[in-house]
């Protein structure tokens, strides 16, 4: 009988700042689901502190300050640490010594056809001096997934050209040293409502920077006024006016968060969000009405997440004994993988007793 083949996910954030409601319906909340399904032997959840370092390099007490930010916010959505690994990626050395290893499999004409590498130098204004770590980060993102031998990544469609290319790795290292890693499956938001959420100003992409984030630690007040001033359809001057629901952010943030229950007990004048978004588009709702709804839904929706980041807040030595004690079992893990990989590439001299066999006869040792 073959050997049951373990369930293994690993996911991640960048510690550049507070998670917001975006990284929440895009991957927090899957998280936590997926955590508590049973599915899974293995759940590890990554501060990816080095990779953020590609493009912090120079102010590395943002990345430093932000690790508890994150790791407040993940226990507060729901992580447990009984069931998930949370750990830091710069305190596995393993993950280093992996990436150098997989870099010799890869092309510099690879890493520049891959979209998403293209996409963030763009995006970050690297065209002219882009740094080498930045650069190679497909191989390094390589490296975290098949270290813990993941079989299962939750990640956004952007980054399916990212996981494409550790599946060529993954096939490139087999196929030369022989079967030795996991080759992982992408897993991909279950709908619509599960992509990237987009600014409360209207923009694609929600950021500190743009300053257009609801943040899961932020207050009641604070939600309160940013959803209150949120971008909607410009046209829908006069309430009788017809609006659209189509790419109108209120709308998409009541797709991803809004039950039907929401309905009964903040809004009875509607059984569900298809009625409400009727009556916008023939008129005669007004923006008001829609967002003051949208306010009781997200304050309802985490209010149970702000109360548990008060009290872990008061213990932030916990926080700490969770995230080391989940590095050190990733570590072990990745010390596990390595030690395969040098074995597949015959680089374990010191444990390798056919070798120092082979050596003793050819030089007539007895």
């Known amino acids: 009988m073959s050997e049951k083949k373990s369930k293994v996910i690993l996911t991640g954030d960048r510690p550049t700042g507070r998670l917001h409601v975006g990284h929440y319906v895009g991957s927090l909340r899957r998280r936590v689901e997926l955590q508590d399904s049973g599915e899974y032997d293995k759940i590890f959840i990554m501060i990816a502190d080095a990779q953020?370092?590609?493009?912090?390099?120079?102010?590395?007490?943002?990345?430093?300050?932000?690790?508890v930010e994150v790791a407040l916010d993940y226990l507060s959505a729901g992580i447990d640490p009984a069931k998930s690994h949370i750990l830091i990626q710069s305190q596995i050395p393993q993950l280093y010594e992996l990436t150098d290893y997989y870099s010799n499999l890869v092309t510099v004409a690879r890493l520049q056809r891959n979209p998403t590498v293209k996409n963030e130098i763009q995006m970050r204004n690297f065209e002219a001096s882009i740094p080498v770590g930045f650069f190679t980060y497909p191989i390094s993102q390589a490296s975290d997934i098949?270290?813990?031998?993941?079989?299962?990544?939750?990640?956004?469609?952007?980054?399916?050209?990212?996981?494409?290319?550790?599946?060529?790795?993954?096939?490139?290292?087999?196929?030369?040293?022989?079967?030795?890693?996991?080759?992982?499956?992408?897993?991909?938001?279950?709908?619509?409502?599960?992509?990237?959420?987009?600014?409360?100003?209207?923009?694609?992409?929600?950021?500190?920077?743009?300053?257009?984030?609801?943040?899961?630690?932020?207050?009641?007040?604070?939600?309160?006024?940013?959803?209150?001033?949120?971008?909607?359809?410009?046209?829908?001057?006069?309430?009788?006016?017809?609006?659209?629901?189509?790419g109108n952010p209120v709308f998409t943030y009541l797709d991803a968060f809004s039950r039907k229950e929401h309905f009964a007990q903040f809004c009875p004048d509607y059984a569900d969000l298809d009625e409400m978004k009727d009556h916008y588009k023939r008129g005669g709702l007004g923006d008001v009405k829609v967002k003051k709804f949208l306010n009781d839904v997200l304050q309802s929706s985490f209010e149970p997440i702000r109360k548990r980041r008060h009290e872990l807040e008061k213990d932030i030595p916990y926080i700490y004994e969770v995230l080391k004690k989940g590095?050190?079992?990733?570590?072990?893990?990745?010390?596990?993988?390595?030690?395969?990989?040098?074995?597949?590439?015959k680089i374990d001299y010191f444990n390798d007793n056919a070798l120092i066999e082979e050596q003793m006869q050819r030089y007539g040792n007895k």
């Open 52 to 67: 953020a370092l590609t493009d912090n390099a120079e102010n590395p007490e943002k990345v430093r300050q932000n690790i």
């Open 146 to 246: 098949t270290a813990f031998k993941a079989t299962t990544v939750p990640v956004g469609e952007d980054q399916e050209p990212m996981l494409e290319q550790t599946r060529e790795i993954v096939r490139k290292f087999n196929s030369v040293y022989g079967e030795t890693l996991v080759e992982p499956e992408i897993m991909l938001p279950e709908s619509s409502a599960c992509l990237r959420l987009p600014g409360t100003d209207g923009k694609a992409k929600m950021s500190k920077s743009l300053g257009n984030a609801i943040y899961l630690a932020d207050e009641p007040e604070d939600v309160r006024k940013k959803v209150m001033s949120m971008f909607t359809d410009p046209d829908h001057l006069q309430v009788s006016d017809p609006g659209k629901v189509e």
């Open 327 to 345: 590095t050190e079992a990733a570590r072990e893990e990745a010390a596990d993988t390595l030690m395969r990989v040098k074995k597949a590439m």
